[in-house]
């Protein structure tokens, strides 16, 4: 028999609980032990939902991010909030965060940086090496868990991160080797797997997905040391690795002293021989042959193709299993009401995935015809899918054929056209701007769903969201922004908005997945070829132009980001589908153009996440990411200024790259890591224009003048000042406008300094 298990859950819940739970708490409105109690249903009905399987996995619900779980399971908490009051959960916030629940902001602390889980839009909070870092293991909760499935009656496999993989993902805050912690780091993991065996469970998951990146030598060497050191316990040890391949880390892999290695049978399908002979035949082998980060059908009748002889070699050796945790993939298809009927056919969320996992099962336990009934649904499903005309577009694969070199460059370079957009938009030194959305109050999402509902008319929605434009410029000329922006209250969200206008997506009510925290997004679907039936955001771009003097930024988000954020096709290339969002944007851009637009931001706050795990893969990525942006927005004449933002904390490996987008202005995030991004630009010679996000929006906290002023002058010390612009560093669309006011006042009091400041320098230099 074949053993069914699964690595993670989603933990927001199918109409996303988690997230009304949380913010609920924050706001004061619930207390810490109905948030709790919430958590406990949750945990209750994603067990009930993997009941079929062999193993449920428990340590995968968290309230934020498993990563700061880890951290708080070792007992690895940053100094600055260790003597705070309250409880562990406040001060868990407040790394998360900045501040615990109901807290003003004049008790905060900065939050832990966050960053990419690996290659997903997932964030976690980066754990912080400190020079006296002691880690003091606290196994409560996690036990707690675990007791609970028991008492539901589930058979449980808890799942932790593994020890190399929270070292790896770390950040050492001083300049000490990080492998230096290993040793009280395997002391701990030792204590904390000592306290698991009180639970009485049969198998541990420690996850590694750092397995399927390049180690270095003394790396390996420490995976080796890791698990040698927690081999000898009452249960049983599975490492999961996840999100692509083994390659020089897989002998490695299978001679690790652990009882089973689960493989990502999608992104690793090559190296599954390879394993299967060199695994000791005393362990099992895990494959995640459902993906896990995908929405598609699975083929499930191929999928048996490879499996059976699998099946035949391994027997009860093989455990099956989706690729990755089912985190990256909304909960329940069924929620859906509103889906066309035959691409719904086609997706799979969570709670499918599962069921195929079942049928795969069923059919090596029991053989094909014990199945016959869903293999054949399935195939016919697989054949539908791949004849479709709603897929497959003769009219886009010509325009695509179509593209040439000349459509990627602007007509001229930076430097003539910096000369003509002075001119024409006649900025001040520091031009102040911001990301482009202003907060998405609850006026503006009630409107949204009474349109959706049919409660409120498309004239009525629309002058609802043209009173909100003009409250936005009304706010931005009050404090004396220089770059205006319409603010995005139409936008749901700033990819999915485009997803609805393009053809060849659709969008689903309920598919939600978790970015970071409470924050969730939709990832609208591509699956058919994609064009542009008319212009996206042209009439709201002119009528906020149509109320100011002050130059408008046009907002569009970039091919890159729209495919990233995406859940894409797995029947064509990315770098095809990419560039099919390139024609469309493109139309797009040029549209803009004509209605007066003079400067237009195209965003690519995701071009680094969609970066391969293994460098070896980064060139063929950016080359393919970085022509799709120059074909989406250098059709533009000269004056036309392009802006492009990005919302990365480190890009130094990346910069090259990313002035060939040659952008006028690119927006980056700074703030969180006090812009020691920045250092990039010691060697690099950026040559066009910054605006290092001078305050971290994520945070409620409002920033201090003389903390604008300081980053600003770290990024001046870099980049001349008649190249740099002021602003935060992303959108403001999470904050309420009490916060946003007072922090953007600060910003302009900071640039006004920052303006007087360099007169007086140049007075005294011209003295
Ligand atoms: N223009 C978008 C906004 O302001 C950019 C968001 C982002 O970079 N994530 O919301
Ligand atoms: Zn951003």
């Known amino acids: ?40 249903e949750l945990r209750k009905s994603h067990w009930q939902l993997q009941s079929d399987l062999d193993f449920v996995p428990v340590g995968d619900f968290s309230l934020y991010d498993q990563v700061l779980d880890t951290s708080f399971l070792l007992g690895h908490i940053p100094s600055r909030v260790r003597d705070l009051p309250g409880t562990a959960i406040d001060n868990y916030f407040r790394v998360a965060r900045g501040r615990s629940a109901n807290e ?46 028991h008492a539901q009656g589930r058979k449980t496999k808890p799942v932790i991160i593994g020890p190399l993989t929270y070292l790896r993902i770390g950040k050492s805050k001083h300049s000490t080797d990080k492998l230096d912690l290993l040793v009280p780091l395997i002391k701990a993991y030792k204590e904390l797997l000592c306290a698991l065996e009180s639970t009485g469970i049969e198998w541990l998951q420690i996850d590694e997905p750092a397995l399927v990146t390049e180690l270095e030598p003394e790396w390996q060497a420490a995976a080796m040391e890791v698990y040698q050191a927690l081999q000898g316990r009452s249960f049983k040890i599975l490492v999961a690795t996840y999100f692509g391949q083994l390659q020089g880390n897989l002998k490695l892999a299978c001679e690790l002293p652990i009882d089973g290695l689960h493989l990502d049978a999608i992104n690793a399908k090559d190296e599954i021989t390879d394993v299967a002979a060199l695994l000791g035949t005393d362990k099992i082998l895990s494959l995640g042959v459902i993906n896990g980060r995908n929405i598609w059908i ?30 990256h993939v909304p909960v329940d298809l069924d929620s859906e009401q509103e889906l066309d009927s035959d691409v719904k056919s086609w997706l799979c969320f969570a709670v499918q995935k599962l069921d195929e996992l079942s049928t795969l099962a069923l059919a090596l336990n029991n053989g094909r015809s014990a199945a016959a009934a869903a293999l054949a649904s399935n195939r016919a499903l697989i054949e539908s899918r791949a004849n479709s005309p709603r897929v497959h577009k003769p009219e886009v694969q010509n325009a695509l054929s179509r593209i040439n070199d000349s459509m990627a460059k602007r007509q001229s370079r930076y430097a003539l056209r910096a000369v003509e957009q002075r001119q024409k938009l006649k900025l001040p030194l520091y031009p102040s701007t911001t990301i482009g959305s202003f ?16 409660k409120l008319s498309a004239q009525a929605y629309q002058l609802a969201m043209e009173e909100e434009v003009a409250h936005c410029i009304r706010e931005q000329e009050a404090l004396g922004l220089d770059v205006l922006v319409h603010g995005e209250p139409e936008r749901n969200d700033m990819v999915e908005y485009f997803g609805e206008q393009l053809e060849g997506y659709t969008s689903s ?11 969730c997004v939709k990832p609208p679907i591509i699956y058919g070829d994609i ?28 091919p890159v980001t729209i495919l990233n954020w995406s859940f894409v096709r797995d029947d064509q290339s990315r770098a095809q589908t990419c560039l099919q969002l390139a024609l469309a944007i493109r139309e797009e851009v040029l549209d803009l153009e004509k209605a007066g637009i003079d400067i237009i931001q195209i965003d690519e706050a995701a071009l680094r996440e969609g970066l391969p795990l293994r460098k070896t893969q980064w060139q063929d ?26 919302c990365y904390s480190d890009f130094n490996d990346i910069i090259g790259a990313i002035a060939e987008m040659d952008a006028d202005v690119i927006t980056i995030e700074t703030s969180r890591s006090d812009m020691g991004l920045l250092d990039v630009f010691d060697e690099f010679h950026y040559p066009n224009q910054i605006g290092p996000g001078v305050y ?22 870099r980049i001349p000042a008649e190249r740099l612009w002021i602003n935060p560093d992303c959108g403001l669309k999470t904050r309420t406008w009490p916060e946003v006011i007072p922090a953007l006042n600060n910003m302009l009091k900071a640039r006004e300094l920052l303006v007087a400041k360099h007169r007086q320098n140049e007075t005294v230099q011209t003295e």
């Open 621 to 646: 990525y950016l080359n393919w990411a970085i022509r799709a942006f120059r074909i989406t927005a250098n059709g533009v004449g000269d004056a036309t200024q392009i802006h492009t933002h990005m």
């Open 531 to 558: 064009s542009r039936p008319k212009p996206m955001t042209v009439a709201w771009a002119s009528y906020a132009q149509s109320l100011t003097e002050k130059p408008m930024k046009g907002m569009l988000t970039g």
């Open 696 to 717: 971290d929006i994520h945070s409620p906290n409002i920033p201090t003048v003389a903390s604008i002023v300081a980053l600003m002058e770290k990024a001046e010390q």
């Open 104 to 149: 003003r902001a004049s008790c905060c602390v900065s939050a832990g940086e966050m960053t990419k889980w690996f290659d997903t839009n997932y964030h976690y909070i980066v754990p912080e090496f400190e020079v006296n870092t002691h880690f003091s293991v606290n196994a409560e909760t996690l036990i707690h868990q675990i007791e609970e499935a």
């Open 509 to 519: 009510q309920f598919g939600w997945v978790q970015s970071y925290g409470s924050r």
């Open 298 to 327: 699975n083929d499930l009748n191929t999928t048996l193709d490879w499996l059976e002889p699998l099946h035949q070699q391994l027997g009860e050796r093989l455990w099956l299993a989706p690729s990755c945790s089912l985190l």
């Open 1 to 40: 028999m074949v053993t069914t298990h699964n690595l993670g859950f989603p933990r927001i819940g199918k109409k996303r609980q988690l997230k009304l739970a949380l913010e609920s708490y924050w706001q004061g409105q619930t207390s810490q032990s109905d948030l709790l109690a919430s958590a406990v």
């Open 439 to 454: 907060p998405q109050t609850v006026a503006i999402r009630q409107s949204r769903r009474d349109f959706r509902q049919g």
